[in-house]
């Protein structure tokens, strides 16, 4: 069974600091290139960075540039969102897709991971 958990969510104060994880099982991302999403409630399911075979990483939104940053543990089957200076408006559930390319629509990923909720407040 193809499957991708994230983890690592949790309650962070403005500022601080997160690490999120996507491990896969049933299949190795090392084929496969993995965006990270974030949906907001109310809001639709936004991309922000992906980072394709090759380690290289596009970013989706210039929100979370200098901020977010992604890389791959292949020993570990897992792939890591590094969340630096996380802000009130960084608060979501968070999402992991695997994909054949960064060069894609949200529709374009699958399988999705179930979320992992990430809330910034003081």
């Given amino acids: 069974q193809l499957q991708l958990v994230e983890s690592g969510g949790g309650l962070v104060q403005p500022g601080g600091s997160l690490r999120l994880s996507c491990a896969a099982s049933g299949f190795s991302l090392d084929y496969y290139a993995v965006g990270w999403f974030r949906q907001a409630p109310g809001r639709e399911r936004e ?3 992906c980072i394709n075979r090759s380690g290289g990483i596009m970013d989706y939104r210039d929100s979370v540039k200098g901020r977010f940053t992604l890389s791959r543990d292949h020993a570990e ?7 630096n200076n996380l802000k009130p408006e960084d608060t979501a559930v968070y999402y992991c897709a695997a994909g054949a390319s960064c060069i894609a629509t ?3 990923f699958g ?4 979320g992992t909720q990430v809330t910034v407040s003081s």
């Fill in 111 to 114: 399988p999705w991971g179930q």
């Fill in 106 to 108: 949200v529709s374009d």
């Fill in 77 to 83: 089957n897992t792939v890591y969102l590094h969340m």
């Fill in 47 to 49: 991309g922000l960075q």
